[in-house]
């Protein structure tokens, strides 16, 4: 009996590699290659400017530039705006950047001229070289300014809206009218950034003998990289191939695309006959790559004596950043998906998306949600407040029930499929959530806690989580003569372990052992169908396709073994890699290998080895009939599609229990519990470890992490000496965590995805827990010490309702 | 322009000698990875904060992003490719610190793990059998984006276990 690999904690393979120094990230390529150039780019240092002059007379002098080129440089394709990805009938005034600014820049990195050189000294040198006569132009940063619209980013977008969205579901306004009790709350959070550890990266080999451009990409999507190549290089897209080896992390900035330098590599490659690389260094990354998160929203909501909500009106601003190449997915998931485990009988969102003159915003591992999650889950800790009725049971009353799904909101999803739930249970979720933190024993912990003159709070958060997007994945199987499985898939990897789950699927699927697959990702050259890695869908889609596309391979290898052990396919089974007779012993006969299945497989002319031999054409077969079937091909191979109809939707809930510092304010986390359902796990081990990651990721958002822009567009903490993310001393030393599975049942596998849950409810659940130790609402986040402080301050003459009540 | 003059230097690293020509400013980490072809030794921020670039010089952790190639002539220098243990085949047996990794999930995009692998190893070293509070704080100085900690904290523990079995003849 083989052990069923889907379901357990299968050590990862990829860790070999990487544990041994030999992982292979995007700046580890061409090394010993001494004809590789390195690149340099000139950023922008004014938020706001128009473009006088361009001088680059210095740069060539210098000994080791090779070519520099500016805007005036580029010709057809590359001379026009970069793509908008994903354009939306209400991105009414859509604007996207040039590979190299023309004439004007809108943010403090902005690309304007891109140098060549014999090493990335000597391009940062000659980048030190160049000079630009700018006309300096009012720059809007930050929300308030874009919505005051005293200056515009762009002269052609009127009060730098560049879309307005409206969604609704009942009669959200005449709900809240007449309403037994309403409230209005005003909700902000701030830009943070992924800043994984590994920042962008592209190397390009234009290859003059077979006149094909190779280009290796840290990215989060290979085929978008290739077709944005191709597109703009002006090649036939069979020229490109486009490899992604590893990649360290990613987190959503790894999606957009093409960044400049993803253009200008292959094109300075293919100009220079020589390979070119681009390695972002960190303060780049700051200020050229994308961030998220800044939205303000003001919410009205209207519900009963219960708590139930009868009517929801949100209203919130998005800062889009200086260009939209990436759409408008951040505030339509926003808006979407702040209706979490809920249903508000009546809702209706509107928002704007604004221009300011700041780095791009695209999805960052969460994208959108923890905004939206913060909005749901404060405003029900202020009816809870209001009401005075425990905030657990608020929700309960508001959770759509187990009986109800798939429940349909009534609203259109960012995939621009229905925004219709498939499974869940909230209310068993809630049941596990409290157990696991203590919930009902947290007032005895308060008392005791207080009796030592230590503050503490406690707080939730719930979210549902859109994952699995279409439009499809893919998967090749091809087993080997050998009996070793190799698999391809197109989307890409950036460390979630997708070598080892996807051949967990492949094991248990074929039937073949773990040690015999192995995985490639990312690379156009073996899945030139491919989509990408982002919003949590690797598992749901990629995992699917595998899972059919072995399927296919399966069904293959029975039919040729049934014929060559002369049994009927239905009695057959696979373990271990080989195929047997149901029922029967080992002796001769009854037994096959997949490997020399997949001999019979293809029947040859040439015996080029041993297990070659067993298979040519007067070996194999019916003399009289064709090598190959009509209906049929060479080799043991299985390829297949996943298309899902939409979303699958993960869920879960996080509490967490703080104690803050009665002098400095400082927050420390005490407590953290996480009940998560992602449907089936492939793997509990890798599941969590990306709860743990996310958990993190959250606790910098809520705590520290910020982009501090000053009013001129100067990003004022562009390192991570300013730019706080959390270290091992920031995090919860455990994290306990439940898991409920409830399996989709829109995939094969009955599995949703797992990757951003982690950092959803992060900024509700500390504001939650801060407001319910400090006794004041908490409408901001992040909070840093002297925020809290502040806040101390003003609030202090209010009574603490909590020594109100134990007094 | 004139040439930038260029220095002969010596490094040593993880045993073998690597004679490179390179100029006065450059870094250990870029000599290393472009120079010497060790590409294991991570570069995440180059400016000494998030500690990828990690390696041993006589033992001591150094972040090699702040260290210039030039001065690094007279010292053993050990990346994380010289850290497993040599048991005749020619991958070589995981590090006690290495094999914990593996074990405990401490690593998933591996980007900062070369980092953490050569700090933890000096570190044990200093302190054998570490508390949680001194696993955690050993890694403190390390960024990762990826994992939490929590199982980098594991990890070091882990480590530390491995060390004793090992000694003992058990692993
Ligand atoms: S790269 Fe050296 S410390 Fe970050
Ligand atoms: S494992 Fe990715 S940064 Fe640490």
Redesign the interface.
Known sequence: MTTKMFGAKV??V????????????V??LL??DPRLLHSAVLRSPHAHARIVDIDVSDVL????VIAVWTWDDLTGPMAEPLPLLIPHPTLTHGRTQYALARDEVNYVGEAIAFVVAV????AEDAVSRIRVDYEFLKPVVGIAAARAAANAVHDDVPDNVGARMEQENGDARAAIATAPHTLTLDLDVERSA?????GRGTVARWDPDTSRLTVWSSTQTSTGVRGCVAAKLGLDLAKVDVVTP????G?GVKINHPWPEELLVPLAAMTLGRPVKFTE??REHFISSAHERAQQHHVEVGFDDDGRVLGLNVEFWHDHGAYTPYGLIVPIITSTQLLGPYKPANYRVVFESLYTNTVIVTPYRGAGRPQGCFVMERTMDAISAYLGKDRTEVRATNFIQPDEFPYEHGLVFQDGRELTYDSGDYPASLVKLKELVGWDEFEDFRAEMAAQGRKVGIGLACYVEGTGVGPYEGAHVHIETSGKVKVATGLTT????HQTAFAQIVADTLGVRFEDVEITTGDTRKMPYAVGTFASRAAVMSGSAIHLAALRAKEKALRIAAEALEASEDDLEIADGVVSVRGTDASAGTRIDLGTVAVLSNPLRYAFDEASKAATQFSVGDPGKPPVAEDDEPGLEGKDFYSPPRSTFANGMHAVIVETDPDTAEIKILKYAVVHDCGNLINP??V??Q???????GVGGALYERMAYDESGQLLNA???DFL?????E?????DIDHLETPSPLNPLGIKGAGEA?VIPSAAVFAAAIEDAEGFPIMSMPISPSELFELRLAHADEPHPLTEESA | MTTEQLHDVRLHVNGSVHEVQVPARRLLSDALRHDCGLTGTHVGCEHGVCGACTVLVDGTPMRSCLMLAVSAVDAEITTVEGLTEDDGTAQGRLSPVQQAFSDCHGLQCGFCTPGFLTTITAGLRETPDPTEDEAREMIAGNLCRCTGYQNIVKSVLRASEIVAERERGEA
Do not use: K, N, W
């Open positions: 050590a990862r990829e860790d070999q590699r990487f544990l041994r120094g030999q992982g292979r990230y700046d580890d090394t010993d002098d210098l000994e080791g090493d990335r000294y000597v992924c800043t994984p550890m590994e590893d990649v360290g992390g987190f260094d960190r950036q460390g979630q372990g081990m890798i969590e470890g709860i743990h990651g996310g958990v993190a990721q390192s991570f000496m993310m959390p270290y091992a001393t995090v919860p030393t455990s994290i982690g």
